[in-house]
Structure formats: C-alpha cells, structure tokens
C-alpha cells in the first residue's frame, strides 16, 4: 500500500495540521433506522449507542407506538430494547463506565446498564421541588468523572458533579429578564462546574453559589448579532466556542481573554451539534442539508456534505461521526504519522517503511535506503517511530507493513532491546481484537490511556487495562477478556483471577442449571487461585435466591472469616457457628455467638451453643464479664450448682450487697449441697456463722464495721486488742484456731501492748506449743531487749547463738557458738563486729583459730 492511498483521506487545515477521517465500521443495523427520525445517545470510548424516536418528528411506527430504547453496539449490532413505560425523557446520555443515565421531567434519574437492565434510580432534587425539567445535560470533568445538569422550567440551573455521590447544587442566577435562554453549555473543570448560559445576545458564566448573581460576560465578537444559538465547550475546559444567530462561528478560551477565530458560516439555521475535535478544531453539523463544517483554531475550515443524517460524538481525541450507514473517526494525524507517511518525507521512519518494502519485492534499493538512514540519523530512531505509528493506525494492513518495517531494522541494530516491540504486537492484538464488529468497541490508544484517569490520577496502565477488561466482562465476553489478561501478562488481581470471578457470578445467574453442576463446575474453574473470592460468588448467588448454592460454594472459601459472615446472613447458624470454632479463631467464635444472642429468641439461642462446648465456654467467659445476669441463666440451665453457689458468693462479696449476705451465703450453701459439695457448703457455714458473731459482737460494743468482713485470724487480734480474752479464747474454740497460731497471735498482741507482766504470765501458764523464740522475738520486736533476754534461757541450746546474735548480745553469741563449734554462728558474729568491738572482734577470731578455721 502507497502512501499516496494512505493519506487519501487526509486534508489540511493550515500549516502542518492534518486531519483524517477513518471509516471504522459498515454499520449492521437494521437499513431500515434513518438517524434524523432518533434521538441518538453514544456512549464515549466506542461505546454503545442508544437510539428513540423524535416525538418531534411524525414518522410511520409499526405497533402499538409506546416509545422504545433500542441500543446498539458501536457497529450496530442489536444488544438489546426496551419499552419506556415511565415519565418522558428530557435528555438522555452515557456515564463513561457504560450506564444509560435517563432524565425525566419531574426530577428523577434512571440509570440502567448497557443491557437494559434498571442499575439505579435517584431524584436530583433532595427535597420537593415544584419546577419541572425543560432541559438537562450530562456531562464528563476532566478527571473522567460523570456529572449531570438540568434546567427547570424558571430557569435556574442544578447540577450534580457525580452520579456516584448525588449531591445536587444549584448555581448562581442571572439578572431577570422576560427572554427566554437560547442555549447553555456545561463547562467542567477539576475542582468546578460552572455553566455558559446564553440569553439572547447576553452570555454569562454561572458559578455554584446560588445566592451569588453573575455578571454579564462581553466576549470579542466583531460582527454584530443579536442572539448565541449553540455552544461547545472542549473536554479539557479550556476552549470555547459558539455561534450566532448572523451565522458566525466564534472560538476563543473559556476565559474569554483569547479570541483564536470567527469565520463566516454562510448559514443562519441553528445547527443541531456543535463539538470539539480534540482541543484543535470544531465540527458543526446542520441538519436541514446534511452539511458538516470542520474549523480549526487558525480560521481555516472544510465543508462536507452527508446523503443523510449524522450523529457526532466529541471523544478526547477526536470526533466519531456515525451515520446509517457507516460509523467513521474524525482525528487530528498523529504527529509520528505525519512523518512517516507524508509525502517527500525525510524522516527515518519513512525511510525504514521503503526499505522494508523494496526488501519485501527483493530488490538491492533496501540497501541503499539502510545506508541513507544511517547516514543522517539513527536506525534505532526510525524502529522506534514506526512502533509509535503502528498504534495510531486501525487498519490492519498499515499495521502489518509498519510492523514489518520495524522488524527489518531490527535485524540491522545489534543488542537493541525487544521490549516495546514485544509489547506493541501484544496491544495491536487485543485492540484489533476489540474493534472487531462483534465486539464493537472502537478505540483508539490515546482513549485506552485516557481510561485510567476516571477518579484515580496516579493509577498505573493496569488500572487501564482493567477498566477495558469490565467493558467485556459487562458484554459477558469473558473469554475474550482471559485471552486479553494473559496475552498482557496482566496480574492475577486485574487478570484471570478477577475475570473468572465475575464469570462465576454470571454462571450463578443462570436460573435453567442444576446448582450441584454449577458449583462443582466454578470449583474447577477457579480452583484456589490467589484473588478469587467464593464469598462474592457465594452472596450473587445468594442474590439470586439460590441459598444452597451459595452455601455449597461457600466451602471451597478459605477465609473462614469470610464463610462465616456470609452463614449468618443466610441464617445457617450452626453451620456458622461450626465454622468458626473449626478455625480456632477466638474473636470469630465471639463475634458469631453474640451476632447469634442478637437476633435469635433467647430460648434458641442457648439450645444452640450449649450444643457447641467451646462456644458455650467463651460465652461463659464474657458473661462473667459484661453480662452477669445470663451467667446466671446458663447456670440454672445446665444443672450447675457449684457455679450458680460460686456467683452468689462472688455478688455477696461486693459491698453493695453486704445487707444481703447472709441471705445470699444461705441460697449458696443449698446450692453446694445440692451439687454434693459439701466441703465447700461447710466453709460457706463457718463464713455464716462468723458473720453472726461479728455482728453481735458490734452490738456488744457499739461499733460499726470493726469486725464484721474480717477474718476470723482479724476478728481474735481485735479481741485481744481489746484485751477481752474470754470472746478472743470463744473464737478460738468456735472456729478451730490452731494453737500454734493463737499462740503467736496472743504473744505479738501483748507485747505490741507492753503488757510484759501478762506476756511473763502466759509463758509461765503452760509449756509453749510454739517454743520462747517467738517471745524474743516479739520483745525484741517493741524495743524492749530485758524482757528478750528473760526468756533466752528457755530458748533451745541450737537456737541460742541465733537469737543472741539476734538481739545483738555478740559476746554471749560468740560463747556458745565457740562452745558448739559452730563456726557459721562465729563468722557472723565477726562480720558484725567488724567495726564496732575491736576487742571482742580479736577474741572472736582467736575462737575461730581454735577451732583450726581457715579463710
């Protein structure tokens, strides 16, 4: 193929600007469909297109005449109709991720899928709203992102930014006028949507402040006219143009400081479209004639004229124009295109697609073309922009000979790295394989790499990719997609894993297949790839009314978080419950049982876990916690009688209760003898029985809470404090106190007294169970070292050294530990003399050289 074939479809509008128009399909619909009888919608991207009939217009109609939604593929393959039942449309248009989105009259929006099928239904007024709808747009920012406007009927403007969070703003109002707005246009930036308004000859910028009102706009337009009719604003928001009832076409910045043209259209009918081509030029198109006018920035311009209507959709880089017949692409020539394919090119590019060429005939003028490329530049510039090319070009012819061309000079380029020419056959393949008719998705790679913007900047080119794979997953293509995925070598995550999850839920969908087949069908699909979720495909099916599919798919989910809240939401509850305690997850256990104490009868409820011990257990263990009154419950329930008497005791302990205790340590003491506890019943009587005691004790002697809540051990001391040793020997009898431990209570609370002639009496009384070390002890203890020392002499001979050492009697120490050899008793007695008694320290360490002690 020639250059001069190439570039037959090009035309020049001023110096080294070239435009082309590609014809992308033969458009398969019905011969029948003539585009000026439709409301025609088109979807960006290559999307779907949607066709109604012009109630405006009177044409012949077969059937019953309810108005009808027909939309089509981007060749024009029938996809689906529908018949529109509801309220009449005001405007109707695409959202960028393919939703037909529907405006009504009365406010409400209906957004349904490509299919057909309702999506999502919303009112964009908040609140009661009297006005009714006369016009609406929808609209793309520059972030990608979908808005909606509309118009009521007295004119003000409401505007939605995005139809993922409905948050309606009305917009600043203009000075009252009794004429009527002749057109309006949505100008969306990043962080605001202001909008154009046209009013006769007035033109004004609203912005989002409805108690603001907007100033009149002075645009430099030299002819003079009396009203704007239509107006364009470009995707990026920055160029605007408009035009005007004397038939002139004005283009200049949205600021309306830089005027770029105004050019003479020689028509003053008010044109039906009127869109950017990119950011370069405009078309407008007139539907009395059939006439397109193509006028670029500079002020020069190309009249073409249709057989029949057209419908024109701005894409960001370019316009589709789509006719009955055919479906074409209106685009600037891509700059590396121009280069190569121009005539009389010097660039290496050229040079490299001839040399391919003549070595494809077999002739030797491919080598002298080599030689000319390396003479004047690069062969690795000329591989490079051949690859740059080849992914502007549809036809696949051009492809293959740009191809080609960059594989011959490959060949001539040692060590050159086949990355972006491995890469570059991979993206022809999947884009090729997409604008096939069947497909019907049409894009171009500026659009592919536009797609990763849509609320997300800093996405990567598989977020790209991604967005290009839901496309087929919506159309149910999902074969195609998993040949995209893996020729792309995308990740599991974007790729096949998420492919196959969402061909797993289409799978469920199907209301005719046996759901045992199913199940075990999308188990060995999927088997347990990374990224695959069986919850999600659990829950569509769950969706769909199929609850034992979801639970048979359920157990191929190894997440038993995951089984587990999908379980109760269908209300398997011991199935959820089972999984959870299988996965040795405490939190899980816990979270299901108190989900299930929710929403469950009590009485269920507990017949359930007690059926689970490990829950029960854990339930146990939060009642005990936070929920003391169903401890209780579950106590009573299960027959559990040491536990219900050791509650009691617990809430009697508490000093809130303290009235109630002895109630509460009798209803104990039945419980332990019904559960055959009798240890514990016994110590709750003797609990009982001291409490009595304590009580009469303090009416005895008119004392509050000195003894009761003591010890019995507490309750003695006090006695003997009081010096009151009958009661003090009654509580030693009635409770059982050991004699060693009276003994030690009775000899430390005299001496604490300095009662020294009672303590001499009680050691004379009778022999003591506890020895008289205990006396010097406690002597000793209240500084009175006599009194010690009367009672060393009845202290065992072994001991002596030790409480002489004791109560710091050196001399008498170091005696009997030398008459006992004792040579451990003598070192500490020398360890602390060390400083005080240089004498007997001398002394001391002679008895130890006596006693042939060596250090």
């Given at each position: 193929?020639?250059?001069?074939?190439?570039?037959?479809?090009?035309?020049?509008?001023?110096?080294?600007?070239?435009?082309?128009?590609?014809?992308?399909?033969?458009?398969?619909?019905?011969?029948?469909?003539?585009?000026?009888?439709?409301?025609?919608?088109?979807?960006?991207?290559?999307?779907?297109?949607?066709?109604?009939?012009?109630?405006?217009?009177?044409?012949?109609?077969?059937?019953?005449?309810?108005?009808?939604?027909?939309?089509?593929?981007?060749?024009?393959?029938?996809?689906?109709?529908?018949?529109?039942?509801?309220?009449?449309?005001?405007?109707?248009?695409?959202?960028?991720?393919?939703?037909?989105?529907?405006?009504?009259?009365?406010?409400?929006?209906?957004?349904?899928?490509?299919?057909?099928?309702?999506?999502?239904?919303?009112?964009?007024?908040?609140?009661?709203?009297?006005?009714?709808?006369?016009?609406?747009?929808?609209?793309?920012?520059?972030?990608?992102?979908?808005?909606?406007?509309?118009?009521?009927?007295?004119?003000?403007?409401?505007?939605?930014?995005?139809?993922?969070?409905?948050?309606?703003?009305?917009?600043?109002?203009?000075?009252?006028?009794?004429?009527?707005?002749?057109?309006?246009?949505?100008?969306?930036?990043?962080?605001?949507?202001?909008?154009?308004?046209?009013?006769?000859?007035?033109?004004?910028?609203?912005?989002?402040?409805?108690?603001?009102?907007?100033?009149?706009?002075?645009?430099?337009?030299?002819?003079?006219?009396?009203?704007?009719?239509?107006?364009?604003?470009?995707?990026?928001?920055?160029?605007?143009?408009?035009?005007?009832?004397?038939?002139?076409?004005?283009?200049?910045?949205?600021?309306?400081?830089?005027?770029?043209?105004?050019?003479?259209?020689?028509?003053?009918?008010?044109?039906?479209?009127?869109?950017?081509?990119?950011?370069?030029?405009?078309?407008?198109?007139?539907?009395?004639?059939?006439?397109?006018?193509?006028?670029?920035?500079?002020?020069?311009?190309?009249?073409?004229?249709?057989?029949?209507?057209?419908?024109?959709?701005?894409?960001?880089?370019?316009?589709?124009?789509?006719?009955?017949?055919?479906?074409?692409?209106?685009?600037?020539?891509?700059?590396?295109?121009?280069?190569?394919?121009?005539?009389?090119?010097?660039?290496?590019?050229?040079?490299?697609?001839?040399?391919?060429?003549?070595?494809?005939?077999?002739?030797?003028?491919?080598?002298?073309?080599?030689?000319?490329?390396?003479?004047?530049?690069?062969?690795?510039?000329?591989?490079?922009?051949?690859?740059?090319?080849?992914?502007?070009?549809?036809?696949?012819?051009?492809?293959?000979?740009?191809?080609?061309?960059?594989?011959?000079?490959?060949?001539?380029?040692?060590?050159?790295?086949?990355?972006?020419?491995?890469?570059?056959?991979?993206?022809?393949?999947?884009?090729?394989?997409?604008?096939?008719?069947?497909?019907?998705?049409?894009?171009?790679?500026?659009?592919?790499?536009?797609?990763?913007?849509?609320?997300?900047?800093?996405?990567?080119?598989?977020?790209a990719l991604k967005n290009l794979l839901d496309r087929l997953i919506v159309r149910n293509m999902y074969y195609l997609a998993l040949q995209i995925a893996k020729c792309l070598k995308l990740p599991e995550s974007v790729g096949s894993s998420y492919i196959m999850v969402h061909w797993a839920k289409y799978k469920v969908g199907q209301h005719q297949a046996d759901e045992e087949i199913v199940a075990r069908e999308i188990a060995s699909k999927l088997g347990y790839s990374s990224g695959v979720s069986y919850r999600e495909i659990a829950e569509k099916a769950s969706e769909f009314g199929k609850n034992k599919l979801a639970i048979k798919l359920l157990e191929y989910e190894s997440k038993a978080s995951e089984q587990v809240e999908l379980l109760l939401k269908l209300h398997e509850n011991k199935s959820a419950l089972h999984n959870a305690i299988e996965s040795g997850d405490t939190d899980l256990i816990y979270m299901v049982v108190l989900?299930?104490?929710?929403?469950?009868?009590?009485?269920?409820?507990?017949?359930?876990?007690?059926?689970?011990?490990?829950?029960?257990?854990?339930?146990?263990?939060?009642?005990?916690?936070?929920?003391?009154?169903?401890?209780?419950?579950?106590?009573?329930?299960?027959?559990?009688?040491?536990?219900?008497?050791?509650?009691?005791?617990?809430?009697?302990?508490?000093?809130?209760?303290?009235?109630?205790?002895?109630?509460?340590?009798?209803?104990?003491?039945?419980?332990?003898?019904?559960?055959?506890?009798?240890?514990?019943?016994?110590?709750?009587?003797?609990?009982?029985?001291?409490?009595?005691?304590?009580?009469?004790?303090?009416?005895?002697?008119?004392?509050?809470?000195?003894?009761?809540?003591?010890?019995?051990?507490?309750?003695?001391?006090?006695?003997?404090?009081?010096?009151?040793?009958?009661?003090?020997?009654?509580?030693?009898?009635?409770?059982?106190?050991?004699?060693?431990?009276?003994?030690?209570?009775?000899?430390?609370?005299?001496?604490?007294?300095?009662?020294?002639?009672?303590?001499?009496?009680?050691?004379?009384?009778?022999?003591?169970?506890?020895?008289?070390?205990?006396?010097?002890?406690?002597?000793?203890?209240?500084?009175?070292?006599?009194?010690?020392?009367?009672?060393?002499?009845?202290?065992?001979?072994?001991?002596?050294?030790?409480?002489?050492?004791?109560?710091?009697?050196?001399?008498?120490?170091?005696?009997?530990?030398?008459?006992?050899?004792?040579?451990?008793?003598?070192?500490?007695?020398?360890?602390?003399?060390?400083?005080?008694?240089?004498?007997?320290?001398?002394?001391?360490?002679?008895?130890?050289?006596?006693?042939?002690?060596?250090?």
């Open positions: 193929m020639s250059s001069a074939l190439i570039t037959a479809n090009w035309f020049l509008l001023g110096r080294d600007l070239y435009f082309r128009r590609l014809e992308i399909y033969s458009m398969e619909w019905n011969q029948e469909i003539k585009l000026e009888n439709f409301i025609v919608s088109s979807a960006s991207y290559g999307g779907p297109l949607a066709l109604r009939r012009d109630d405006r217009k009177i044409t012949k109609v077969r059937g019953p005449g309810q108005p009808v939604i027909s939309i089509f593929s981007g060749s024009g393959m029938t996809v689906t109709s529908f018949k529109w039942t509801q309220r009449p449309i005001v405007h109707m248009g695409w959202s960028n991720e393919e939703k037909l989105i529907c405006i009504q009259d009365d406010g409400n929006v209906v957004v349904f899928n490509m299919f057909g099928k309702l999506f999502h239904k919303f009112n964009i007024f908040p609140k009661v709203h009297d006005a009714k709808i006369v016009d609406a747009k929808v609209f793309t920012n520059t972030k990608n992102v979908t808005g909606i406007a509309v118009m009521t009927s007295n004119f003000n403007i409401f505007i939605v930014n995005s139809i993922k969070d409905i948050k309606t703003r009305q917009l600043s109002d203009v000075p009252k006028s009794t004429v009527e707005p002749t057109c309006w246009e949505v100008v969306s930036e990043e962080f605001s949507t202001d909008v154009f308004f046209a009013r006769g000859k007035e033109l004004y910028r609203l912005k989002q402040d409805e108690h603001h009102t907007s100033a009149m706009l002075q645009p430099d337009i030299s002819n003079p006219y009396s009203a704007i009719l239509e107006m364009a604003v470009s995707l990026n928001a920055r160029h605007l143009c408009f035009f005007t009832d004397s038939g002139h076409l004005w283009l200049g910045s949205t600021d309306l400081r830089h005027k770029y043209c105004e050019i003479e259209t020689y028509t003053i009918h008010r044109p039906k479209q009127l869109v950017w081509c990119g950011n370069e030029t405009v078309v407008v198109y007139w539907e009395q004639d059939h006439t397109v006018l193509i006028v670029a920035k500079n002020g020069q311009f190309v009249q073409d004229t249709y057989d029949h209507a057209v419908h024109l959709l701005a894409e960001i880089d370019g316009v589709r124009i789509i006719s009955s017949a055919r479906h074409e692409l209106l685009q600037k020539v891509p700059e590396v295109v121009q280069k190569i394919f121009r005539i009389n090119s010097t660039e290496p590019g050229s040079f490299l697609l001839e040399a391919s060429k003549q070595f494809q005939k077999g002739s030797h003028k491919a080598n002298e073309y080599i030689t000319l490329i390396k003479s004047k530049s690069s062969l690795e510039d000329a591989v490079n922009q051949c690859l740059d090319a080849v992914k502007y070009e549809f036809d696949t012819d051009i492809q293959k000979m740009l191809i080609r061309a960059a594989q011959f000079g490959k060949c001539f380029i040692s060590g050159m790295n086949s990355h972006k020419y491995v890469k570059m056959c991979c993206l022809l393949r999947v884009l090729n394989a997409i604008r096939h008719f069947k497909v019907g998705i049409s894009l171009t790679i500026e659009q592919l790499k536009y797609m990763k913007l849509r609320e997300s900047p800093s996405a990567d080119e598989n977020e989900k299930l104490r929710e929403k469950m009868p009590l009485g269920d409820f507990k017949m359930t876990i007690r059926n689970f011990p490990v829950a029960q257990a854990l339930y146990i263990k939060y009642c005990k916690e936070y929920y003391k009154s169903a401890l209780a419950e579950i106590y009573i329930q299960e027959d559990d009688f040491p536990s219900q008497a050791q509650m009691i005791i617990e809430e009697s302990l508490s000093d809130k209760n303290s009235h109630l205790r002895d109630s509460q340590l009798t209803v104990a003491i039945e419980a332990y003898n019904k559960g055959r506890k009798d240890l514990y019943a016994s110590m709750c009587e003797e609990t009982l029985k001291l409490s009595k005691f304590q009580r009469e004790l303090e009416e005895k002697f008119q004392s509050e809470n000195k003894f009761v809540g003591k010890s019995v051990h507490d309750t003695c001391k006090i006695l003997l404090e009081m010096k009151d040793v009958k009661l003090a020997e009654k509580v030693k009898n009635d409770f059982k106190i050991p004699d060693k431990r009276y003994w030690f209570l009775r000899i430390n609370t005299l001496a604490a007294l300095k009662e020294w002639i009672e303590l001499d009496k009680f050691a004379k009384l009778k022999k003591s169970p506890v020895g008289y070390g205990p006396f010097v002890d406690a002597c000793w203890a209240n500084h009175n070292k006599d009194e010690a020392l009367k009672y060393m002499q009845k202290v065992p001979d072994d001991l002596k050294a030790k409480y002489y050492l004791k109560i710091e009697c050196y001399s008498e120490a170091a005696e009997i530990a030398f008459q006992q050899r004792d040579i451990q008793s003598l070192l500490s007695v020398q360890c602390r003399l060390a400083k005080k008694n240089p004498e007997l320290l001398l002394k001391v360490t002679g008895m130890l050289n006596q006693l042939d002690y060596k250090n």
